[in-house]
């Protein structure tokens, strides 16, 4: 399952990160059409927060915000407690970051960088954590519920208060 396990989380992180820069086209897996999906949800209802956030980041950061973004990833899941909601919100933060450092004139390979900061610390730190929590096909199984239940906001609720978590340790973080 590992090898399984890394090569979709380098899908989904890689094709999430081209869908923001607008180099996509059909998602390439299930999990990967639910992480856009998801945090493009997360971005729409959290972004006025998100956004300013990413422009501090990117101020504190300066011209390397690799290190910074690898400190808010550990940041994250620092309390032991890592969840769905914390991934796609990791998502959502670094797919707008991927977005407005090509608008800044970064080159797109930025994009595949920040992929693999995202696969290296999932595929790392975070492993076992996928492989306890039903790899990317409890993410897929949970987004199709998602949309089955559209009129019934407990899934969509429980995701934004997870998801506010995620960016609730990314202000914490930035704020220090």
């Known amino acids: ?76 899941a620092g309390d032991g407690r ?5 991934v796609i ?4 933060f670094t ?15 930025c994009s595949r960088r920040l992929a693999e900061m995202i696969v290296d610390f999932l595929n790392g730190d975070k492993q076992e954590w996928l492989i306890q929590n039903g790899g990317w096909g409890r993410l897929t199984n949970f987004a199709h519920a998602a949309r ?3 009129q019934d906001s407990s899934m969509r609720t429980a995701l934004y208060a997870a998801a506010g978590v995620g960016i609730a340790g990314i202000t914490f973080l930035l704020a220090r």
Do not use: H
Request: glycine share 8%; aromatic share 6%.
């Open 1 to 76: 399952m590992t090898n399984s396990l890394q090569n979709e989380t380098f899908i989904v992180a890689d094709d999430y990160m081209k869908f923001c820069i607008g180099i996509s086209g059909t998602p390439p897996s299930e999990s990967a059409k639910a992480m856009r999906c998801l945090a493009k949800e997360v971005e729409n209802s959290q972004g006025s927060v998100m956004r300013p956030l990413m422009q501090s980041f990117l101020i504190a950061c300066g011209a390397e915000p690799w290190t910074g973004l690898r400190s808010i990833m550990l940041e994250l």
């Open 82 to 86: 890592l969840n769905w909601g914390r």
């Open 89 to 92: 919100s990791l998502f959502a």
């Open 95 to 109: 797919g707008m970051l991927a977005s407005e450092l090509c608008s800044r004139g970064e080159d797109v390979s």
């Open 148 to 150: 089955r239940t559209d």
